[in-house]
């Protein structure tokens, strides 16, 4: 699934989101903003692939992550944080309305799924969009997981898939 824009992923400064870019095609990682709540160097701030979000606390927190799309040209958004996840799952819609993917789950689809907070690296991820690879060379998933969309583990039978995140 080769959109043309940048892909947001949250998290940024923590190592599983590094981890989810790598499983991106080189041509996609040239795309790649990390986005974070938690304080960051001023260094990586003056980058342009750093940036600030807002804190999941906030009140209004789906329409300050809506206008950060906006205003980077954001055309995928990969939500890693535990805590982000419902926020997210319930706003698909709003932003889809502006063109803006979100790679995460219905929240009656994350009510359901096992979640793994802090995957250990040698787990195998598999980034989903309504049950397709984002990735080009997963593309052996397709139709097997209906319309999920995330960042995945499957399980060892392969039947089912548990929900990768970063725990807040």
Known sequence: MEQPG???ITQGMRPFAQRVANQLSERQRKH??????????QVLL???NYL???QVSTAAFAHEMLKTCLDKHVAILIPLGVDEL?????ARQLFSEYGITIC??????????AIIENPPKQLPLLLLHHGRPVVA???????QYGTLSGVFSPAD??????LCCVAD
């Open 86 to 90: 419902y926020p997210l799952a319930e």
């Open 137 to 143: 060379d997963q593309e052996q998933a397709i139709g």
């Open 52 to 54: 600030k979000i807002p």
């Open 6 to 8: 940048k892909m947001l």
């Open 32 to 41: 790649v903003l990390f986005g974070s709540s938690e304080e960051m160097p």
């Open 157 to 162: 039978s392969g039947d089912e898939l548990a």
């Open 104 to 113: 995460v789950p219905s929240p009656t689809e994350l009510a359901e799924l």
């Open 46 to 48: 003056r980058l342009d």
